[in-house]
């Protein structure tokens, strides 16, 4: 069946560092892929996302590739800010529902 | 545009009780969905609404839960009783369509406490 898989945090980085989460995900069909966002005391935000191979999802300096031959879709930002502390959760949306890995969560520090 | 929104934010229940949880989707969006997330884990589907009928419940843990959408409008999902193994958080979500490309918009989510 369709799941996902993402790294294991906690992630802790100094300000302006580079930000690589990886999600690699297995799935039937063609799905769309997501990543959300929950802040601390908040829901999940939608962060980005990509619809078909070779897409690419950008949103706040966040980009994520979805690549079919590797079956992944890596998160990664250029310059992390203590404001990107947060959970990222990366999905896929197959038939009618979403698929979420476990999370997660991002430590900035100034 | 409001959001989805969540009732109760927390709730803490003794193992036993029963507690209602719920879900305003977003205005016009047919399709509402529940989710949990147990422990720091994956958030797991639970079940789908389109308008007020279930569309699937394949991911619901047992029948201690029981969801309901009368009138196609909002959503609440019960527990009764209540186990210790329900403790999480449950959010739920709306989206105007089904195809893979559309989004979902999720609530905030209600942390549920089971001692």
């Known amino acids: 069946g369709d799941s996902v898989t993402q790294m294991e945090g906690p992630v802790t980085l100094s300000e302006e560092a580079f930000l690589t989460i990886n999600c690699t995900y297995t799935?039937?069909?063609?799905?769309?892929l997501f990543w959300y966002v929950q802040y601390p005391g908040e829901g999940l935000q939608l962060l980005l996302k990509a619809t078909k191979a070779d897409d690419k999802g950008s949103n706040k300096g966040f980009e994520a590739t979805y690549r079919k031959e590797t079956t992944s879709f890596h998160l990664e930002k250029g310059s992390v800010q203590v404001s990107d502390s947060a959970v990222y959760f990366c999905a896929l949306r197959g038939f009618n529902k979403f698929y979420f890995g476990s999370g997660t969560k991002l430590n900035v520090k100034p | 545009e409001a959001g989805v929104t969540q009732f109760p934010s927390h709730s803490v229940i003794e193992k036993g009780q029963t507690v209602t949880l719920r879900c305003d989707p977003i205005s016009g969006h047919d399709n509402l969905y529940w989710y949990r997330r147990v422990m720091g884990k994956e958030i797991k589907f639970l079940l789908h609404f389109v308008k007020e009928s279930k569309q699937d419940e394949s991911g619901m843990p047992n029948n201690r839960f029981l969801a309901e959408r009368t009138g196609g409008t909002y959503s609440t999902l019960k527990v009764q009783p209540a186990e210790l193994e329900d403790s999480g958080v449950y959010f739920c979500a709306s989206s105007q369509g089904q195809q893979t490309s559309t989004e979902a918009f999720f609530g905030q989510g209600t942390r549920l406490t089971v001692v």
């Open positions: 799935a039937t069909g063609y799905p769309s």
